[in-house]
Structure formats: C-alpha cells, structure tokens
C-alpha cells in the first residue's frame, strides 16, 4: 500500500505561499512568529534566544518536509534500490546553517530573522551539536550522508540516538575534565519520533531445538530480555537538489508488556531494574577511539541497532511487495567498520529463525548484501569478543557464527590444503589463549566487498591484518579513498573564501569540486592573491578574538597560524610538535634577538578517559604553553593555545584560519585522516608525513606545495625490526637532549620532575611511534616552513593552488566511487508534486 496515495497536498498543490512553504521574507518572517507563538508558546518578549533559535529551526524542518516525504515515499518503491550505512558513529555537527545551504534559503531566512530583530548568528550559534561520536569515522559517515543526497541517492543511515555523546571537554589546571553531553536537554527539532516503527530486541537467555508445524527442526531463542528500539528520524538535506534522505537513529527502551510480566508475579524492583537496563543501552556513546574494550555494554549497543536496522529494513522491503530472497536487491548494506558486522549473523538469523529460510538460501542472500569498511590498522583496535560473553548475551548468533565458521573452513581446507596457519588466522574465532569472536574475520567472511579508506591504508590491510583474506579472495578488496563534504568544510565553514571563488570561476565547484581547478589560473595574480590574503588574515582575525574570550589568551592575528586538531593519540604524535615548540624556545632563550617567524600554535582535540598518557600529553600542552606564553625574552613570537571541547562547530572555525596544517603521524598508523582534506580545501599548506590520505593530497597539490618529513613506512618497519633504540638518538642529538633534558628538570612543571615522567621514560625507551626517530626531519622541515612563510607573495600562490587542487578529497567522489564499484545503485531524482504542481 502506498501510504502517500491519497495526500491531500499532493492532489491539492499550495498555489499561493503559505507558513510552511513560503519563501518570501514576508511570509518567513510571519513563519517565525508562528512557531515561538503556537511551538514555544512564548511571547516575544519572553523568548530566550533559544526558543528563538528552535522556532527558527522549525521554519526551515517545514521548508525540506514535502521533499523528505516524497523521499521516504521513493524507498517503497518496489525497485528501488537503497544505500543503507550502519554505523555506530554519526557525528553530524549543527544543523540549521547547513540546511539553509542546502535548501539555498540562506539569504531569505537571514532577511527575515533580521527584520525580526533578531541576529542570525546568535540563533545560529545557538544550536547543541548532535555529537554522535569520536572522531574521523562518525564524521565520515556524516559527510557521506550529505553526500549520497546530493548525489540525490536513495539512502538511510541507521545509527544509535545516544542520550550522552562524546562528552564535553573542560580544561582545569591544564587538564582535561569530562562533562556528560546533555545535547537533548532543551529539546532537538531535527528529530521525529517514529513509535509506530518501534522493533523488539532478544537479549541473553538460551536457546532450545523443536519442531515446527511443517515437521522442520528448527531452534528458537529463549531470551532473558527483552527491548524495545524506537526510531528517531532525521533529515538530511541534498545541496539544492529535492532528495531529503533519513538517518534512523534508535533509542532503547523497557517494553511495557515485559515489565508488567514482572510485575505481576510481585517482582518490582526487578522490574524496574530491567527498565533500566533497557534505557541504558542507548544512554550513552563509548568514548574511546583506536582502543576497544570488551564491555558488554558495548557488545548490546551493536546489536541493538542492527538488529533494529536489519529488521526495519525487511518490513520495508516486504512492505514495497518484495520476497525475502531478493532482500540483497533492495538494499546495499555497508558496514562502517566492525562495530555493525554482528549484522552477518543477526541477518541469517532473521532470515532462517523468523522468516523460515533456507541456510544455503539466507547465507547467498547475506553474503551479497554486506561490504565493509575496514578503519584502521592499529591491533589494539580489532574488535574481538570473548565467547563467553559473546555467548551470553547472543546465545543464538554465538551458534549461527560456530555453523558460518564450520562451513567456511571447510572451503578453506580446500583451497591451503594442510596449511593449519592459514586455518588458525582465518578461523572467525581466535583459539589462542582465552577464546574470541574475532569481528574483522565475521565482517570479511560476511561481505562481498572490503575496502581501505586511502591507498597505502588499503595496501597495508592487504599485506598485513587481513592479508590472509586478500590470498584467499583478492577480488573482494578495493580501494576508496576518503573524501569530505565541501558544503559543510567550505561553504559553511567559509564563507568568505566561498564567495571569492565563486566570484571567479562561479559556484559549480560546490558540486563538482574539481572545478577548482578554475583556480590555478588565478594563483599568480597579484590582485587575486592579495584578496585571497585578506581574507585569511580577517577569518585569523576572529579566531584570535574567539582564543581570547575563550582561554584570555592574547594571540597575534598576523603571526603564521600552526594547527593540530584531532583526537589526541600517541600515534598522531602531539608530543612531537610539543617538542618543536620546546626547540624554537630554547632558540630563543640563547639568542633572545634571533629572527624567526611569529607563530601562533594552536591545539586541540579529546583524549579517551581512560588513557592515561594521551591526557598527561594535554598537560605536556598547556604546561609549556604556560610557561613559553608568558616568558618575556620570548616577547610574543611564540603563542601557544590549546583550545578546550574540539568538535564539529570549532572545526569549521579553525580550518579556515589555519596556515599551516599539522598532520605527523608515524608512516604507515594514520588510516586516511579527512581533517588534512578540510585543512588544505581551505588554503593551508601541509606540514605531514607519507602516511594515510597525506599521500594522495601531496600527489594532488605537487610535492613543491607540501613539507614533507620523516621516515616512511617501510623504513618504520626495518628500524623496529633492527631494534629501534630511541636512547640513541637522544644521546646523539645535542638539540634534542636538550629539549628533553628541559623537560625532565621540571622547567614546565614548576620544578616537578615526576610530572612528565611518564611521557619521556616512554619516549626514551620504548617510542612505540618513533617520535625521536623523527625530530630531527621535522625540525628541519619546519626550518624550510619557517623561511617559506617569510615570502608571503609565494606562500599565497602554494595556498591558492592547494585549494585549487583538493577536488579529489571531495566526499562526492567517494561515494560516487562506491556507487559505482560496490553498490551498484543509480541516482534517482525525487519529484514533489506540491511544489512541481505549483510551478506548472
Ligand atoms: C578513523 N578512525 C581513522 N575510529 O583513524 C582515520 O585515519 C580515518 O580517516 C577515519 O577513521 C575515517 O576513515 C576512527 O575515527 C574511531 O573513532 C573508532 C570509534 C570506536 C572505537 C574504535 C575507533
């Protein structure tokens, strides 16, 4: 049945505006008076600035509703073919300016609001950004959500609607402190709940063999729990096309039915207790990146919301006329690392113990739905559950897995005939010691495609964790290289800049970002280069006022902006750049008169709770912070800033006034990295090694527009096989013993040498991340950083000419590769009758 049929707005289009279409200020503005009188419920003059903001926001969520519903409408269509990307992390950022883009209602809305008297930046800087995750991965998927809109593909996302995300960071004392997110606490108008979509979901318990009415054996899962997952809908918007996607996130809760079950035999604490089990589940969002822990929290997250996504998923497709059989038709189901691969087992599950399918049937179809996105190479980041816990928590998938991994190993027997290491690797359950569910071999085993999100990172998944899979099937490996959104990264981030290049070449390249390449031509005009100029310095210019209020600390908006954002790890290696600051002001401790260029160095990012040595690398920070920022002789060429609570809204204020970009991994750790993508988009030169994506954008930009430094790869490989020994290096690099002997006498630690002892004890003897290795590299490259920057006219032309060129990084081009390579799904334009009718 088609539930839009018989609307009434479709079969009586608005011909004249109305408040909840209109777009003319007149009409926008009545809009906005509508929503605070009749959604707030306040008068004007009780209004806070957030109800202002929400009413706002309420205006334009009925300016995208006709085409969100006319896309929803297309996912029933029978052939319709449906991106669908579980992830566990969706970290979107705010939402109002980047729908105004995209509706191309920015102009109009800022009218309006301004003849309300109000100011447009207030409201918009008002809005809690969803921060629905860690990292570069929830915000990859967020840009490919934005993308598959506007490459007008139909696509749901389904994720979790964590009560808490990433926390909010606070600074005290140079430390980090972590508050609880409370995003939701005055209300979300992005959302729609959806109870009548709501699922079930098993948990614990056992399972038992019977028999079935047609005389089949079959088994049935006896849980212990019970819970409800209710959808959360929100739209995202394609840059002025109509297709409106949905990202479905899920909220648990108790099922009333069960509790009362409980009650009813007296038990109401335990029925309270299972209530709040229930809630917990989707409470809150695990804060660590790069680093698991078999929680078992954990474990029910994953499985919740796939196993509601894989549900809701086969009632649409038996709801657009479909048999099961040809679910692998309908949608394509992308696996945002392995945090969803339980979804290989759940779907066998669904399939064989609730819709009576085959084994042999359930597995074809399974294995030609899933593909898999592999994140990163770090071993302590490989899922891996212990069977126990695995067992009790999905007695019934632990079973499905045993019978996945009996029938695969026998195809393997074949193909390494007596090769029992091949077996023992491969085997989705790791037997070595205490016994484990290894998630990356379910996701290959399960998946018809496999990719690495940049091309060293893709090369090294084959040759080293999952070189095993690729001997036994190389065809499913390939390569995307990641990509960001350019609307969110430089037309909302960047207004200024925006305008400029569209100025010039006009503003194709917002879809078609290789257009600037329309640039290039500009890059040796002295006009355009002095604009270009201007505008960087003005976007500094309210960064520096933005450092101020924020840390009091007083930067120099002409000095060369150094930046390092991202989450903090040892293998991103802040401590490295800790140790060039520490360089440059020993410097000028011996020759307080020496000329060298003013920088600003600016840091930010979160730490996970629970590491230890990423935290006390934030206090390394702040403490030489504290002291280089306030030593007279350094007469304020050096300014060191690290700013609290990095996330997606200060990122689109930091990117655009950074010069330099800081991206110094160790060779061969950094997946793909995206914030180098955003960093050059908008004119800053990279500063990085031959690691992840900084391959692909140095290949882009020319090497002669990039500083490269340090040990490559392979070259880390051999020095850690030959027996690296930091010490060596220490002892035999006067410059760095300095440094470090700085450190260890308490200079930046108001005498206290036990403060960072930890820091240098690690970096002396084990540097697992060959920070000492590479000092010296990285001095000298910042040297020629430092001589470059003196010639601002040629500095410019590198920065116009890096923008120019980062039309590959475009989160366009990934997904339109991954349409094309892995999921084979078309675009398909979304007509809206009301406003097509309208136009007639
Ligand atoms: C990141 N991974 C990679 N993981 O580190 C980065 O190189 C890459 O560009 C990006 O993915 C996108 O491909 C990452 O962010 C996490 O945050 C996980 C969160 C959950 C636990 C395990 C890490």
Redesign the pocket.
């Given at each position: 049945a088609d539930p839009l049929a018989n609307d009434p707005l479709a079969n009586c289009p608005i011909t004249i505006e109305d408040d909840r279409t209109g777009l003319s200020v007149e009409t926008l503005r009545r809009a906005l008076a509508d929503h605070l009188y009749y959604i707030q419920g306040k008068l004007p003059e009780h209004a806070s600035k957030n109800d202002f903001y929400l009413a706002l926001a309420f205006v334009v969520r009925d300016r995208l509703m006709p085409r969100w519903l006319y896309s929803k409408k297309n996912y029933l269509q029978p052939d319709t073919r449906i991106v669908s990307y579980l992830s566990?992390?969706f970290l979107l950022g705010p939402h109002l300016e980047n729908n105004l883009i995209n509706l191309d209602i920015q102009d109009e809305v800022r009218q309006a609001v301004q003849e309300s008297n109000l100011d447009y930046q207030v409201l918009i800087d008002q809005e809690e950004e969803p921060g629905l995750?860690?990292?570069?991965?929830?915000?990859?998927a967020a840009c490919y959500m934005d993308s598959l809109s506007s490459l007008e593909i139909p696509a749901l996302g389904y994720g979790i609607r964590y009560e808490f995300g990433i926390f909010d960071q606070d600074i005290r004392d140079g430390w980090q402190v972590e508050m609880t997110d409370k995003w939701l606490q005055f209300g979300n108008p992005w959302e729609i709940a959806r109870p009548s979509f709501a699922v079930t979901v098993k948990l614990g318990g056992h399972t038992e063999p019977y028999v079935d009415n047609q005389g089949q054996y079959k088994v049935r899962w006896v849980p212990a729990q019970i819970v409800k997952g209710i959808p959360y809908d929100t739209p995202i918007t394609g840059y002025k096309v109509n297709t409106v996607n949905t990202l479905r996130l899920w909220k648990s809760e108790a099922p009333e039915s069960f509790d009362f079950q409980v009650f009813n035999v007296g038990d109401y604490y335990g029925a309270v207790d299972q209530k709040i089990v229930s809630e917990n589940i989707s409470k809150v969002l695990?804060p660590?990146?790069?680093?698991?822990q078999g929680k078992e929290l954990r474990l029910m997250q994953q499985f919740f919301f796939v196993s509601c996504a894989l549900q809701d998923m086969i009632r649409i497709h038996l709801t657009s006329g479909r048999r099961l059989n040809t679910f692998h038709e309908k949608f394509a189901v992308q696996l945002n690392?392995t945090?969803p691969a339980i979804g290989v087992a759940e779907l066998m599950r669904l399939l064989i113990d609730e819709h009576d399918m085959a084994w042999d049937t359930a597995w074809d179809v399974t294995s030609r739905s899933f593909a898999f996105?592999n994140?990163?190479l770090l071993p302590e980041?490989l899922?891996k559950w212990s069977v126990d816990l695995f067992g009790r928590i999905l007695p019934r998938h632990l079973e499905i897995i045993y019978e996945i991994n009996r029938r695969f190993l026998d195809q393997v027997r074949v193909k390494f005939m007596g090769d029992e290491g091949h077996l023992e690797r491969l085997s989705l359950i790791d037997e070595s010691g205490h016994r484990s569910v290894r998630m990356a071999n379910l996701a290959c085993v399960g998946s018809y495609s496999i990719n690495g999100?940049?091309a060293l990172?893709t090369e090294l998944v084959k040759s080293t964790i999952l070189k095993d899979f690729y001997e036994l099937s190389p065809e499913k490996f390939n390569n995307k290289t990641?990509g960001v959104t350019p609307r969110r990264w430089m037309v909302q981030a960047n207004p200024r800049l925006t305008n400029l290049i569209s100025s010039k070449i006009g503003d194709n390249w917002i879809k078609h970002l290789h257009e600037l390449k329309g640039l290039e031509q500009y890059a040796d005009d002295p006009g355009f280069r002095h604009e270009w100029r201007q505008i960087k310095l003005s976007i500094k210019r309210d960064l520096a006022e933005h450092i101020q209020r924020r840390t009091g600390i007083t930067v120099n908006p002409e000095s060369m902006f150094d930046v390092l954002v991202k989450?903090i790890h040892e293998y991103k290696r802040q401590h490295l750049k800790v140790l060039h600051i520490i360089t440059l002001y020993n410097r000028i401790k011996a020759n307080p008169d020496i000329d060298l260029t003013p920088r600003t160095f600016i840091f930010g990012g979160k730490a996970a709770p629970g590491y230890a040595m990423a935290k006390l690398m934030i206090k390394f920070v702040t403490s030489v912070g504290d002291v280089v920022n306030n030593d007279p002789d350094v007469r304020d060429r050096l300014k060191v800033v690290f700013l609290p609570d990095y996330n997606v809204t200060f990122g689109q204020r930091v990117y655009p006034a950074a010069e330099l970009s800081e991206q110094i991994s160790t060779a061969g750790k950094?997946?793909?990295?995206?914030g180098n993508m955003k960093f050059s988009m908008n004119g800053a030169l990279t500063i990085g090694t031959l690691d992840?994506?900084n391959i692909e954008i140095r290949e882009e930009v020319g090497a002669e527009n990039f500083f490269l430094f340090g040990l490559k790869t392979p070259e880390v490989q051999e020095l850690k096989a030959n027996g690296y020994n930091p010490w060596d290096y220490y002892d035999s690099n006067e410059t760095l013993k300095a440094v470090l002997d700085l450190v260890a006498h308490g200079h930046f630690s108001h005498g206290d040498p036990e403060l960072f002892r930890p820091l240098l004890d690690n970096l002396l003897h084990h540097d697992p991340f060959v920070v000492l290795a590479d000092y010296q590299a990285y001095i000298d490259c910042q040297d020629q950083v430092d001589q470059a920057y003196r010639d601002q006219d040629n500095w410019t032309r590198m920065s116009i000419l890096n923008a120019a060129r980062t039309g590959k990084f475009s989160s366009d081009r990934s997904i339109s590769e991954y349409c094309e390579d892995i999921w084979k799904v078309k675009p398909l334009p979304v007509t809206v009758p009301i406003y097509d009718q309208a136009q007639a």
């Open positions: 566990a992390e995750g860690n990292g570069g991965l929830g915000r990859l695990y660590n990146d790069e680093q698991v690392d945090h996105t994140h990163t980041a899922e999100v940049a990172h990641n989450r950094e997946a793909s990295g995206t992840g994506a």
